[in-house]
């Protein structure tokens, strides 16, 4: 590490290497031996898998751990453990980022049009388009809070509507579900999965499914888990989005969470419970990590 310092500052010639030795207690002959002897094949890997790395940590936004910098890689045909994407990652200054505490906000309102929970903690669903789920999380901007609304495709976590607010009222969630509607023309009967809110219980809501041939499904009041994929997608866009700066306006959040979704989320964030495919490639038909780079 010494040579390779003073190798810096000689090459930029901000030093006499003969001082630089003499300052930091090392032979003059050693550093030139250092410096003329053959760099090894594994450190020219290192090199060389240290500016993927940072090119794939660049292009997650400086989000990915070591396990989705693990995946691109592999989708790029390069095999790689753990503990070496690890250290260089941390040799190169990396790491991902990690969520904040979760904590309840839905509240049930009064007398509220129920509905049977038709998906059991299974989130999952054979083919696109056959179940779906949503939320509601809300955002702090210098004008005021903003809310923003989700419809997620359980087949492929893909996130297939949405809407951002100053308000949290239900046309909030009617608005992203038709977003979903428009853009994926489902077949009667696609489920959509939420919590108990005020906005997923009221009349407006259900006469709205009624219309569209969408069969209203319903946690229990309190219990995240029975919306975790939700929930999840929350905690991962104010993790790596909404946390990283502050929000002046609410339309520069639409902007932005229009980019996060469409661009990074939807088809570039690699999906742990995708085996970190992304939903695009996931409902192209990929399975498997490694088919992408066949």
Known sequence: MIFAAIADWADAGEFPVEFMCQQLGVSRSGYYAWRTRPV?????TDIDLTSRIRRIHQQGRGNPGVRRVRAGLAAEGIRC????????MQAAGLQGRHPKAWRRTTIAGAKPVSAPDLIGRNFTAPAPDKAWCGDITYVKTWTGWAYVATVIDLHSRMVVGWAVADHMRTSLVLDALQMALDRRRPPAGVIFHSDRGTQ????E?????RKNDIRRSLGRTGVCWDNAVAESFFAT???ELIHNRPWPTINQLKTETFSWIEAYHNRTRRHSTLDYLTPSEYELGYRN??????
């Open 40 to 44: 090894s094949h594994r450190k020219l």
């Open 81 to 88: 453990g753990l503990a070496r994407i690890h250290r260089l």
């Open 200 to 203: 997923y219980t009221s009349q």
């Open 205 to 209: 809501f259900a006469d709205f499914c």
């Open 237 to 239: 866009y104010k993790k």
């Open 289 to 294: 990590i490694h088919e992408l780079a066949a």
